[in-house]
Nanobody, 128 residues
Framework: VRLVESGGGLVQSGGSLRLACTAS?????????IGWFRQAPGKQREGISC????????HYETSLKGRFTISRDNAANTVYLQMNGLKPEDTAVYYC?????????????????????WGQGTQVTVSS
């Protein structure tokens, strides 16, 4: 299982980016969930949201729900994270990950430990 993130970059405050997580060695249409996480400098990695094969979404960080939207295109083996109204505090490395389970892991203090496969991350930098 290989996950590759793309779409990161430098954007001004208020701007938008769409991140993509492309899966290989298994298809997203297979019964797998994909989650998005981020890690800001000096902070712990935090979960954003997860989407399962049935398009069911679980939000890990509800404060981002109005600005960040997760979606998936099974034909393209890709899960997206649309980020609007970006703020400097959104600056982080963004990761996608997949658990072995077909279901999105519940939100707990150790949610990321429920994920078994990780991408290499893509940097998002928001300037003020």
């Amino acid at each position: 299982v290989r996950l590759v993130e793309s779409g990161g970059g430098l954007v001004q405050s208020g701007g938008s980016l769409r991140l993509a997580c492309t899966a290989s060695d298994f298809t997203v249409d297979d019964d797998y969930a994909i989650g998005w996480f981020r890690q800001a400098p000096g902070k712990q990695r935090e979960g954003i949201s997860c989407i399962n094969s049935g398009q069911r979404i679980l939000h890990y960080e509800t404060s981002l729900k109005g600005r960040f939207t997760i979606s998936r295109d099974n034909a393209a083996n890709t899960v997206y994270l649309q980020m609007n109204g970006l703020k400097p505090e959104d600056t982080a490395v963004y990761y996608c990950a997949a658990p072995l389970s077909p279901y999105c892991p519940a939100f707990t203090d150790v949610t990321e430990l429920e994920y078994d496969f990780w991408g290499q991350g893509t940097q998002v930098t928001v300037s003020s």
